[in-house]
């Protein structure tokens, strides 16, 4: 009983470690929805990942472990409260996503204005009916049945377990940062000035990087 187990019994936020497996779990799992969903509709198996190793979306894993956080004190309020705020909870996340990277990267991850209903086509009403769905679904199956699952490691395999996994994660995280950081670099003609610039041009070219980010668009 010594392994925040009790929390989900309470109003709190879920634990730390939870929290992990979820982000885990989610960008996982959301990556590959969405490769299935490029493919169902257009044919074409296309990356969705955040990252240059491996299937994994950040913003699914961000947005799935901001609603845990959220909605879980608020499980008791009934299915409908949990699909409003985590529809408007996911939208604005989705929203704000979009809007960082295109600040950052100075390119478009995704583009929902083809689609009715979208605000400046960062996000839509459809998607973010979606995401209320999966709140609701997420906070009353998915989030105890994946912590009744962890909760049987032991306690060292699992800490082992989400520290090595969050460390390759982390600096696949910085990799795929900087790779993206000096494309635009290079977009904007600026030669490599340093060792880790060059080596960046030279494993992580503008063509490898468009493999890998299929849907990368320019700027509006």
């Known amino acids: 009983?010594?392994?925040?187990?009790?929390?989900?019994?309470?109003?709190?936020?879920?634990?730390?470690?939870?929290?992990?497996?979820?982000?885990?779990?989610?960008?996982?799992?959301?990556?590959?929805?969405?490769?299935?969903?490029?493919?169902?509709?257009?044919?074409?198996?296309?990356s969705r990942s955040s990252l240059i190793y491996g299937p994994f979306s950040l913003v699914w894993g961000l947005g799935a472990v901001m609603v845990t956080w959220c909605l879980w004190p608020f499980r008791y309020r009934g299915p409908w409260v949990l699909l409003l705020t985590g529809g408007l909870l996911g939208g604005g996340f989705e929203y704000v996503a979009s809007a960082a990277g295109e600040a950052m990267f100075h390119r478009i991850f995704w583009d929902y204005s083809y689609m009715p209903f979208h605000l400046e086509g960062r996000t839509n009403l459809l998607f973010a009916l979606l995401w209320g769905l999966g709140a609701v679904l997420w906070i009353y199956r998915g989030f105890p049945a994946l912590t009744a699952q962890t909760d049987r490691l032991p306690p060292r395999?699992?800490?082992?377990?989400?520290?090595?996994?969050?460390?390759?994660?982390?600096?696949d995280t910085v990799l795929s940062a900087a790779a993206m950081l000096r494309m635009e670099e290079r977009r904007e003609g600026h030669p490599a000035a340093g060792p880790v610039a060059a080596a960046l041009d030279r494993w992580y070219p503008d063509q490898v990087l468009h493999s890998r980010y299929q849907n990368l668009m320019d700027p509006r």
């Open 157 to 171: 395999v699992e800490r082992t377990v989400l520290q090595v996994i969050s460390l390759l994660l982390a600096a």
């Open 1 to 46: 009983m010594d392994r925040d187990v009790l929390t989900l019994n309470r109003s709190d936020p879920p634990a730390f470690r939870h929290l992990i497996w979820t982000f885990l779990t989610a960008a996982f799992i959301g990556e590959r929805l969405e490769v299935l969903y490029v493919w169902s509709a257009t044919g074409v198996v296309m």
